[in-house]
């Protein structure tokens, strides 16, 4: 990771991770918690809230060496929390877009 930079927040996958305790880095509360999300998602829901991301992939979190997914480096904006719920926001949006769906058919009468 390097040095400390001012006005940068480091956000890891597992930060709004469902199927992660909080104990393992889960930081937000399980209802709004994603299921696995990617670092190509949370790069994608991080541009979308216009917080100029710089992904850093196959780098691991300090307590799951084991464990490559990468972060992402981030502009400040406010609370660390808060920024995450937007971004896990942004993802279920994203996922709802890509969930193709089934064509209207009109009723029979």
Do not use: C, F, H
Not at 12 to 38: H, M, V
Not at 58 to 76: C, L, R
């Amino acid at each position: 990771m390097g040095l400390k930079r001012p006005n940068r927040q480091i956000i890891w996958p597992s930060n709004i991770d469902s199927t992660k305790t909080r104990l393992q880095g889960r930081k937000i509360p399980l209802p709004r918690a994603i299921r696995q999300p990617s670092l190509k998602e949370v790069v994608e829901a991080a541009r979308a809230l216009e917080l100029d991301p710089q992904p850093t992939e196959k780098a691991a979190k300090p307590g799951t060496t084991w464990d490559k997914t990468g972060y992402i480096e981030i502009k400040k904006t406010g609370s660390k929390i808060q920024t995450l719920k937007g971004i896990a926001g942004e993802v279920a949006k994203i996922r709802q877009r890509q969930i193709p769906q089934p064509p209207i058919q009109a009723k029979k009468r």
